[in-house]
Nanobody, 121 residues
Framework: QVQLVESGGGLVQAGGSLRLSCAVS????????MGWFRQAPGKEREFVAS????????IYTDSVKGRFTISRDNAKSTVYLHMNSLKPEDTAVYSC??????????????WGKGTLVTVSS
């Protein structure tokens, strides 16, 4: 059984930082891109960032460029999202995704349940 388990969410003041982690169990991740999505209250889920299977190619949504960094450790089957200069509009449930292909997460095979990030003003 494949599981994606996120951790690292919480309450932080605007301007602060958090690091999210997503550990995958039940299968190897070395052939697949991984990514992060988020869903704010009353809004649809949106793409945040993705990283290719090798870790060399990353993609970000415009609103987080320069503030968030995605990375992965294939030996640990884990993907990270380092979030700096957080804003209240970053408040959302953040979910990780295991993509079907090697680059990008347009198609997702598995989802995590999510971790809540709350940014206070």
């Amino acid at each position: 059984q494949v599981q994606l388990v996120e951790s690292g969410g919480g309450l932080v003041q605007a301007g602060g930082s958090l690091r999210l982690s997503c550990a995958v169990s039940g299968r190897t991740v070395t052939n697949n891109a991984m990514g992060w999505f988020r869903q704010a209250p009353g809004k649809e889920r949106e793409f945040v960032a993705s990283v290719s299977r090798s870790g060399t190619n990353t993609i970000y949504t415009d609103s987080v460029k320069g503030r968030f960094t995605i990375s992965r450790d294939n030996a640990k089957s884990t993907v990270y999202l380092h979030m700096n200069s957080l804003k209240p509009e970053d408040t959302a449930v953040y979910s990780c995704a295991l993509g079907r292909g090697a680059v990008g997460v347009a198609l997702v095979d598995y989802w995590g349940k999510g971790t809540l990030v709350t940014v206070s003003s």
